[in-house]
């Protein structure tokens, strides 16, 4: 790719630090409704064989972990492909095998919510405030010391996240890490980890329900707010207990956030869609929560599912088998038109993809800004895994981006003709809708993957300063 283009890059990108001084003029920003406590462990080949030993891989297909031998099918398809997932734990007994077995490296912060809330914080943001299900001491102290990040404590009141201690059990997720480039045998077949990634095995009973702090609920109906960054709908699961059903606790939800925005007009609602295996809370998701957002966060694996339950299995299919930008285009396309969302965001390999109505409150370029922000946020993280301070949030704001982002872009604007402008730009319009692209900085060897879509999908909300139009 020319230098000459990778220099009108690293111009588009050069507004990042202007962008994140920008934050602290959003009010208040709530990031509901899942923190939990992420348990991580780097993954060797004589642990992972041990594992297998252990708990050879049974044969079941359901996306979820019954039984020892499920937890090592899902490890064994992530290592093999090189891809994340996410299955929910649903025995108490494996939970407590894995923890003896496989036990930590270290704990830090979990769930999207409580990954956005400590990096709102860290951005500057005045009032950040984080829903959770449970708050115990261990889960406090895993948000920053910071005046700016609050939630509700034991008798109801808005305290400072980092020193509430509620009387919770803590929500623990297992993120099994393993890197590129690990040659494994197991069951007799060897092969080679194609990529860095990891696989999450979840406990989370009160995630699992939605559970939803009446205390909390009242502090974001009285606190002005410009965003809500919503997540942690992957985590539901039908019950049949009164009030319980995957879909009654998603109206619960969608309840609170009306009063959130009936007091806050003008409030920007993202959702970030998540891995989320069980197809009726996916499907829910698009019926429910999806029309009634004014944003989408989406990754390649999570756009291919959403078409799965829309009624898009052709397209689905195509965008698994050739997981291009081209057709993941066409597939935000079609969530788009089916759900009604006014912006939908696209962070895949290499490239960030936005398509917004043309009227969206973001103008075009402040969007683009925001990505840009985003995008060194996330290379920063990857590189350094220390994304505390606003320091080290630009530690790879001189980097410059790769050229998978605008090899991918190239083929978008070959199958769409678009002018050659674009690939300078990042800005076009296809059939009336506004549609921005950011080729990232990619990073070798990253020190964490873990939150990487939920940091992208808020930062790039937020970078893009409060809404012009
Ligand atoms: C999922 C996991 C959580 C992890 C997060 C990162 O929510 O359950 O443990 O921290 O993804 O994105």
Redesign the pocket.
Known sequence: MSTDLKNSWKDHYACAPAQLEKVANASGIVSAF?A?I?AIVRLDARRIEDLFKDAPPNERTESEIAEKGDLTRGLLTCLEKGIAE?WLIESEDTYDWMQKTIGYDWLQ????G??VANLMAACGAQNVLVHCASLPEDQGKLFHDMPNLLSADADGKVAKAYSIARDDIPMI?F?LEFPKGLSLTIAGKSFTTPRANRF?A?Y?PLNFGLVIDPAFDKAATETPLSYVIL??Y??LQDSDAPGASASERIDASLDAIDRWRNKSPGLIVHLEA?STQDEHVRRLLMEKVAPTVDSIGVNERETIDLLEVIGEEELAAKCDKDTSAANLYEGLCAIQEKTGVPRIQLHMFGLYLTRQKPNFMLAPEANRNGMAMAAVIAASKAQTGKVDTKEDLMVAKDLTVSDIGLKEMDALAAAYDLSADFKESGLTQIDGMDVIALPTILVDNPVSL?????TISSSSLVGAGLPSR
């Open positions: 899942n939990n992420d996410e912060m979990g769930g999207q409580g990954i997720h993120i999450i979840t989370d997540s942690g992957q985590l998540a873990v939150g990487m879509g939920d």
